[in-house]
Nanobody
Framework: QVQLVESGGGLVQAGGSLRLSCVAS????????MDWYRQAPGKQREYVAI???????SYPLSVKGRFTISRDNAKNTVYLQMASLKPEDTAVYYC???????????????WGQGTQVTVSS
């Protein structure tokens, strides 16, 4: 089985920074894209950042220039560096990855359990 475990969330003042990490573990054959989503209370889950296996990144306008996604393929880890945080960034942040298990033939979606980020004004 494959697991994604996030860490690094917490409480921060507006204008501050946080770094989230997500480690994929288990019977991993290959990891394709890795990305971050977030869900605020009463709102739908939204995409925050994506990084391909080749390192290409993409962000929505709401976080572009403030958030940076990166990955360490040797450690099966993806990071989200968040700067200039705003109260509207408050949400549970989820890690997602498309992974082929060892010996498998297809890529499946995996999600982490989420980590809370709270930005106070």
């Amino acid at each position: 089985q494959v697991q994604l475990v996030e860490s690094g969330g917490g409480l921060v003042q507006a204008g501050g920074s946080l770094r989230l990490s997500c480690v994929a573990s288990g019977s991993i054959g290959s990891i394709n894209a890795m990305d971050w989503y977030r869900q605020a209370p009463g709102k739908q889950r939204e995409y925050v950042a994506i990084i391909t296996s080749g390192g290409t990144t993409s962000y929505p306008l709401s976080v572009k220039g403030r958030f940076t996604i990166s990955r360490d393929n040797a450690k099966n880890t993806v990071y989200l560096q968040m700067a200039s945080l705003k109260p509207e960034d408050t949400a549970v942040y989820y890690c997602h990855a498309t992974i082929r298990t060892w010996g498998g033939v297809r890529f499946d979606d995996y999600w982490g359990q989420g980590t809370q980020v709270t930005v106070s004004s």
